[in-house]
């Protein structure tokens, strides 16, 4: 190798490893612990966990099968078979779902809106936003 490819080879990692460093520090940054996790199933909200302390809300009954008052675990539909989320420790996580390679589960946990978790084979996506969001806002804009 020329010293060229390899200066081009360095400035390339360089900036690829500091995109990922300011990457992981924004999304540390922007963690929530007293956020709102918002769980949809075909993009429709089925359920809110609060993650201040694993409270929540059922949005639809049809799609959401069980849930763990004791454990923080919550059950809902996929389309594959049911989809199981757990709160701990003001974060949220898939622990459990049927799809091809189980990705929903490697994700991990989240708490920052800059990192949904999202099971595409089971149409189901777990967001989180702030808990102070009001619709009823006027300062809002709603498109």
Known sequence: MKKRDILLISIVLFISLTA???TQYLQ?????????AI???????????????GEYTILDDDYVL????????????GDNGPVTIQYADNKVSVIDETSPQ??????GETNS???PLTCLPND??????????DPDDDDIIIE
């Open 20 to 22: 990922f460093g300011i």
């Open 28 to 36: 540390a940054q922007s963690a929530l612990d007293d956020g709102l």
């Open 39 to 53: 769980v949809r199933y075909q993009n429709q909200e089925i359920l809110h966990i609060e993650l201040a302390d």
């Open 66 to 77: 069980e849930i763990d008052e004791d454990d923080f675990i919550y059950i809902v539909q």
């Open 102 to 107: 189980n990705i929903c589960q490697q994700q």
């Open 113 to 115: 809106p800059l990192h």
């Open 124 to 133: 189901v996506v777990i967001t989180i936003e702030s808990g102070e969001f």
